[in-house]
Each structure stands twice: as C-alpha cells, then as structure tokens.
C-alpha cells in the first residue's frame, strides 16, 4: 500500500479527497508536515475556491515549498480542480499573484456563452495516452469550476479535455506532474477507477 501525502493548507474539504484515495488503495495522510512529504510515494494538491486566497494560504503555510520539492524529485504527484490551477504560472481570477510556475501558461474565465461555474458530469475525451487515464475515455465525471487552462487541444500538455461550449482542458500530464479541473473524489465509480490509476503509479505499475 503506497502512502500518499495530501497538502493541508486549510482551505477547502482537503479530507474528501484524502478518503478517496484510501479507498482506492493508498495510505492516504492529510500533512503539512515537511517531513511527511518527503517520505511518500506520491503527493496530492487538492483545492476549491479563489486561486488568490489558495495560493496566498499555500505560501503562508509552507506547503508551496514542499509541493514543489516533491515535484522536483520525479514522485507522481496530482493537481485536483484549484489544485490543478495553481501550478500554472498564473490565472485571471486573481491577476496580481503568481502560481507556482511548474505549468507554463495561464488560467482564464470560460467563455461567456457558457453558464459558469460548470457544475456538472461531463464526459472527458482523453487526448494523451496515459497510464493514469487508462479505460477513462468517455467516461463521465464531475466538474464545478468557472476557469479553465487556457491550453490548445493540441498542446502537448493536455491530457484530456471535455466540451463545454467549446473544448475544455480537464487533465495536464508534464513527466510526473499531473492534474484534473475535474473531481475525482466525487465522480463515483469513475473517479475511483482513476484514482486507482494514479496509486497504482506510486507503487511504480
């Protein structure tokens, strides 16, 4: 069983996402704890709400240092929904604060001819072949977020995308680095057959 650290910073129900992971198999501990993270297999970046208050609570934590620590040591490590924002080098929600960087590009508003947020199943179209997205093409899952990667389809970065008006990105992967705008830890049997996948790329399968 894999121990995966998931980043407490405060914000949002950090502890949904730890409980899924347990029941997809991993060790899951909810840590701020420098050394916890050091030691786990995998590390997850979970998050709901304004990117500013998020990243702005990553910093005053420490928790920015160590998720991009673990980043640099080539660890599988997931990005959930704000999560999944912050590694970007910025997002318009909040345009006077830098992310973390580890993604190159910009996170913007979906267009205006949407309902934003989107908070709905919606079916993802997997773009990249990738062990963590194994047998999740057209699978349904559950999205709630008024911003999105602004990324091409064609980017090499993305990873799968949903149609929302227009093509949506809702998965990155860039080497170890990966990350959803959708929920896993609320998306049923789907997500759980995701999560899955991601424990069992800390265990090295």
Known sequence: MPTIAVLDYGIGNLRSA???????????????????????DG????????????????????VDQMALDAIESRRPFLGICIGMQLLFER????????????????????????????????????????QILKGLDGKWLYFVHSYAADLSPNN??????CTYGNDVVAAVQSENV??????????????KEFLVNFVNSCRGI
């Open 178 to 191: 990966f990350a959803t705008q959708f929920h896993p830890e609320k998306s049923s049997d789907a997500g």
């Open 156 to 161: 090499d970065m993305v990873a799968a995308t």
């Open 18 to 40: 730890q409980k899924a992971l347990e029941r997809a198999g991993a060790d899951a501990i909810l840590t701020a704890e420098a050394k916890v993270v050091k030691k786990a």
């Open 91 to 130: 997002s318009e929600e909040s345009p006077n604060c830098q992310g973390l960087g580890v993604l190159s590009g910009e996170v913007r508003s979906l267009p205006e001819n949407v309902r934003r947020p989107q908070m709905q199943w919606n079916a993802i179209h997997v773009r990249k072949n990738s």
């Open 43 to 62: 590390v997850v970046l979970p998050g709901v709400g304004n990117f500013g208050t998020c990243i702005e609570a990553l910093r005053t934590t420490g």
